[in-house]
């Protein structure tokens, strides 16, 4: 891979980075102070290569799908976040959100919503 190249991705992810902490300031009513600092954890988890950095993903991910299951959050804005903060990881480090803790209700209620997670 020439340096170019990987300079680009980086240069993308952080522009996803970026991109998720303006949409987050931009609903910055909507999510608890807790939610907020998990979500930008996970998004420099990500962009920083850290360990835990998938695992964290994960937690922000469902957070976004908890939001939309209890009324917290439009479809639409949950998507957009979730896509930035996916932005922020390297290639083929996206992982799926609903997991075994999941209520059978949650993953229709996405698929209402038009979620693919």
């Not at 987050?24 to 930008?40: G, P, Q, S, T, Y």
């Not at 998938?54 to 469902?62: C, E, I, V």
């Not at 930035?84 to 480090?93: M, R, V």
Request: proline share 6%; with cysteine; hydrophobic share 40%.
């Amino acid at each position: 891979m020439s340096l170019s190249c990987e300079a680009d991705r980086r240069s993308a992810r952080a522009r996803s980075h970026t991109l998720l902490r303006r949409l987050l300031a931009d609903r910055a009513a909507i999510l608890h102070r807790d939610e907020h600092r998990l979500l930008l954890d996970a998004a420099d988890a990500l962009l920083f290569d850290e360990l835990d950095a998938l695992a964290k993903q994960g937690s922000g991910q469902r957070l976004l799908a908890a939001l939309v299951d209890n009324d917290r959050w439009q479809p639409d804005p949950a998507a957009e976040v979730r896509a930035a903060l996916d932005g922020c990881g390297a290639p083929g480090a996206v992982t799926r959100s609903a997991g075994p803790e999941s209520t059978p209700s949650q993953p229709r209620a996405r698929r209402r919503a038009g979620f693919p997670w």
